[in-house]
Each structure stands twice: as C-alpha cells, then as structure tokens.
C-alpha cells in the first residue's frame, strides 16, 4: 500500500475527502472501488495525524438517460427526468427511484468497514440554494466555460449556448432542456424534443429562475461547484474520467478558472471488469454489489479492491468460475505473509500493509489478525456438501488444537459464504455427490493404467496418512508422476471413482472432506473392481447417449 502511504506523507493540513454515485440503477460490485480507495486514503490520512473528512454524494439530479431495469412504459414516462424525481419502482417506501438505489448501495458500506462521516444528496443541496452562486457565476461567465470546453475537450457550443440545464416546467425533464439566455436573474429556456436520442422533451419554453432547485449545472462545472461547496481536497475517480480531454481535465479547468480554486488531487483508479467488460450501473451490467456482499465476506470484499493498485484492472467474474475461491486463497496468502510465514507466489512490498486496509476497523491487531487459523474456502465448500460432517470440529482437529473464539467466528463466515457460493455462483464441477453406498457404475469404464494408479494411490494413503487438502493434492501428483501418467487421466480416476464423473472440485480437498477409512476402501474398491462384458458395455453406452 505503498501508494496510499505516500499519499499521505505528502500532503499537509486537514483534508476533505469525497467521491459520489450517480444511482441510475442496481449499482454493481465495481463501484465499490471508489469507495474503498477513499476508505484506505482516509485511513493512511489519520494515521499520519492529519484531519480528515469523508464526504459520500448522491448525484440524484442527474437525468434517467439509460436503464435496463425501467418497465417499457416507466422507459417512455421517466427517461430524460431528474432521478430524484423518479418514482420508486419497488415498494420498500423510498421517497424516490434515486434514493432506493443509493439506499441499497450505501446499506453495504458499514459491513464493508466504510464510514464516510457526511452522506449529502445533490437534489438537497440545489434546493437548499447552496448552488446558486456557483449557478450565478457559470452563466455570467457562459463565453468563458464554452471556450474551455473548446479548448480542452475539443466541444464546439453555440455562442447561445449557457451552462445550465433547466427542469421543464411542463413535462418535468432535465435532460432535454437548453439554456440560451440569461438576464442576470433569469434564464430562457427550451425542452427540445430532439436534443438527445434517449429522451424526447416536450417543446415547452419560458423564462425561469435557475435557484432554488429549478436547473442544474451540467456534470463538469457541477463537479467543480461541488469541489468548492464542500472544500474537497481529494477525490479519486475512474479511468474513464481521466483521460485527455475528459470530464476530470475539463472540471479542473473550470475549477481554476471558472471558479477561481484549484481543483482536489486526483487518485484515477481502474474498472473492475466482468468478463473482460468494464460493469454498468446504468446498462444493469454486473455482479450487484448488495449480492456479492451477501456472498463475499467483507474482508475478502476489501480485499479484491485494496490488493492491486489504483492504477491496475480487476477482473473479476463470479459466476461459474473460480473467482471468490481464489479471492479467498489469496487474501490467506497475504494473512500467511503478514503473519510471517513463508508464502509461495510472488507478493507485493510490504503485504501486511495490503492485509491491515483489507481489515474492517483500522484499530484491529494485525499480527492477532494474520495469525488466526483459516481453513481454505475451497475444503470448507467441500465439508459443507459432505452429509453427517461436524465442520467445526473436523476444522479443529485439522488445526490440531482449539479453535479461539476468532477462529470459530471466521469459520462460520466461511461456512455461510461456502453455502451461498455454492447456491449463487459455484460451477457444476464444485458441487458433489459422493457416491458413498455403491461403487459408481462409471468406474467399469477405467483403464487398467487408471486401476494401477488407484491402487498406488491407496497403499501411498495409507502408509502416509495425508489429512490436509495440500497434503492430499501433492500425494495425488506425487504417484501421478511415479506411473508417468498425465494428471488430467488420473485426476479423471479419483472423480469417476467417487462422484461417477470424470470432473470436480480440486481433487485433494475432496478427498481430505472425506473420512479416510471410506477413501481407503474406495480407491482399493475401484482399482480392484473388473466389470463384466454386460456392465462395461452399458457405461459406454451411457457415455456416448
């Protein structure tokens, strides 16, 4: 975390931290980076002793330009309309379209060890007429905001052309109105039917008050309004945002000279992608961060996000992957690490630095934390499918001796995640059902060299008495490599000799969640067993239907 570190040493005086979320739909799983990175920024702040605020906004006066979500004729009733002037289309008494999305995607953060110190809704600030003077300096300095836009972004506006937007008094919509004069206390305005593709404005005009919650300013001098408005400091923002010529260039260009106050230091930050796609709120593309959460645990959740840096991408694809297993196997690298145990794979400098800011409170004991026993996801989400099996205590006998009321706390986190990763995400191939009463018929189809193999397996067990998945994965290679037979055959034996197909879970945790007398007499079962002409015949049968 070398960067959030040097961050802080590098600036002085107390600090304003902010980051907002336009809540056009079911937010995704990915925008929870931004969250989070102001979250260690603010951390690494105080922890240098410096005064820090954390703002989180909701930009509820954006328009409804796109959403999946929208029945076929709330699409033609709402699109272009401020979202906080949306109806809620649930019936969870939200006050508005906008507030139930925030709602369900803020109701995550406190879990997530996130506590911004001040939430604050765009919609309230305009009413609150906190905007009008930063409203009154963007329209008489028009000319000055159209040739930034030119010069920086390289956007030609019509010299009639004022940086407002206006709710049409008519059909209420934002998204379609067009400011073209300003009298110094009054604006003119016109709801274009064609302005934009998404929205058809009404063809209403007039002359209004921009205060008091009647317009907004249009998202880059809104921005820097509210950069000024809150004394922000920081704000971290997506890649998107800050590129040449993009939205971040052009609100710091209106900040300095528009506004007259440097803009926030900026922390650009990358897209968490889905199948190699950058998720969308407003497309409902994406894992939705109020279900990965109820899946992820909160420190893994942190963790997915703290253990690159801003700058990297995060690919990240739950559903029917390996992806939160992984997660999982990773984040216990980091514990192993910080703990000060020898770990394999390559780690970043100063991996406690990752595990603290993945840690929900930042007053935890680290060195307590990394120390605690963790049993791998993957074995716990194999002994949860395993009937008559105490999880709890064949953990404790793996670890050999008591689990502490903190261990016996991340075992049930695990037990409960295991569960709803299996239900939610899991692929066929993590779900089992050992074939514990009768020898899979599928067996008959092995070859002799996966027979052998079965029955070196067995005599190897037995001598050696693997009881962890490592243990067991090593053994299965070990005598794999011995009869110079390719892992995928071998492994192919171990599945079809206990769950009657040649896939699964990993091979060495399923055979650690089981009981070793039953493994035994399995492996030696199958590498013993010759099918009649009749039994074989029906296998292949059955293989090739």
């Known amino acids: 975390m070398d960067w959030a570190d040097e961050l802080a040493a590098s600036v002085s005086g107390p600090q304003v931290v902010n980051d907002s979320k336009t809540p056009s739909g079911t937010v995704h799983v990915g ?15 105080r922890a240098n002793g410096i005064e820090t605020t954390y703002l989180y906004g909701v930009d509820d006066m954006d328009p409804m330009d796109a959403q999946a979500l929208l029945s076929a004729d709330a699409v033609e009733r709402e699109m272009g309309r401020p979202l906080a002037h949306i109806p809620d289309q649930g019936d969870d008494g939200h006050p508005s379209y906008a507030r139930h999305h925030a709602q369900v995607f803020i109701d995550t953060f406190a879990g997530l060890g996130i506590n ?37 972004a390289n956007v030609q506006h019509p010299d009639e052309w004022h940086p407002l937007q206006v709710v049409c008094e008519n059909c209420g919509r934002i998204g ?19 302005l ?42 997506g890649k998107d945002l800050s590129t040449a010529g993009g939205s971040r260039e052009r609100s710091d260009a209106i900040s300095r000279e528009v506004f007259e106050r440097e803009p926030p230091r900026n922390v650009p930050y990358e897209f968490l992608n889905i199948g190699g796609r950058k998720m969308s709120t407003s497309k ?58 020898e770990v394999r794979g390559e780690l970043p400098p100063n991996p406690e630095r990752v595990f603290a800011y993945s840690l929900l409170s930042p007053a935890a004991d680290v060195r307590a934390e990394a120390a605690a026993f963790r049993a791998a996801f993957s074995h716990v989400a194999l002994l ?3 009937p008559g099996v105490d999880v709890p205590a064949r953990i404790e006998a793996e670890k050999g001796s008591p689990l502490t009321e903190r261990e016996r706390e991340i075992l049930a986190e695990r037990t409960t995640a295991a569960m709803r990763w299996l239900e939610a995400y899991a692929a066929d191939r993590a779900k089992i059902a050992v074939q514990r009463d009768d020898l899979p018929r599928e067996v008959a ?52 000799a206990f769950l009657g197909r040649p896939n699964g879970p990993r ?36 293989s090739s239907s």
């Not at 693997?466 to 110079?484: I, K, M």
Request: charged share 25%; net charge negative.
């Open 196 to 237: 934009v593709a998404w929205a058809r404005g009404c063809g209403h005009s007039g002359w209004i008050s921009p205060f008091g919650g009647n317009a907004k300013l249009p998202w880059n001098l809104e921005w820097a309004a509210q950069w000024g408005l809150l004394g922000v400091t920081i704000e971290p923002c």
């Open 384 to 386: 949860v499918q395993v």
């Open 507 to 542: 091979a060495g945790w399923l055979l650690a969640s089981l009981e070793p007398q039953f493994v035994l007499r399995r492996l030696r079962e199958a590498a013993g067993w010759r099918p009649s002409e009749a039994e074989l015949a029906a296998v292949q049968e059955a």
């Open 445 to 496: 189809a092995l070859g002799e060299d996966q027979r052998l193999y079965l029955g070196a397996l067995a005599l190897r067990a037995e001598s050696e008495r693997p009881s962890t998945g490592e243990a067991w994965q090593a053994l299965l290679f070990s005598v794999a490599a011995d009869a110079t037979m390719p892992p995928g055959r071998s492994f192919a034996a171990i599945y079809i």
């Open 176 to 194: 379609t109105t067009i400011v073209t004069g300003w009298d110094g206390e009054r604006v003119f305005y016109e709801c274009r039917p064609s």
């Open 31 to 45: 925008s929870l980076r931004g969250p989070v990175i102001l979250d260690v920024i603010a951390r690494a702040l």
């Open 284 to 341: 409902g593309r994406g894992a939705a961060a109020h279900e990965i959460a109820e899946v992820v645990p909160a420190e893994q959740l942190r963790f997915l996000f703290v253990r690159p840096k801003p700058n990297s991408a995060i690919e990240f694809d739950p559903d029917g992957t390996d992806a939160i297993p992984r997660l999982f196997d990773e984040f216990d690298k980091f514990a192993a690490a910080a703990a000060g145990k």
């Open 116 to 152: 911004p110190d001040r939430y604050y809704l765009m919609s309230e600030i305009y009413a609150s007429g906190q905007v009008d003077p930063y409203i009154r300096v963007a329209l008489d300095r028009a000319s000055q905001v159209r040739e930034i836009y030119r010069r920086v």
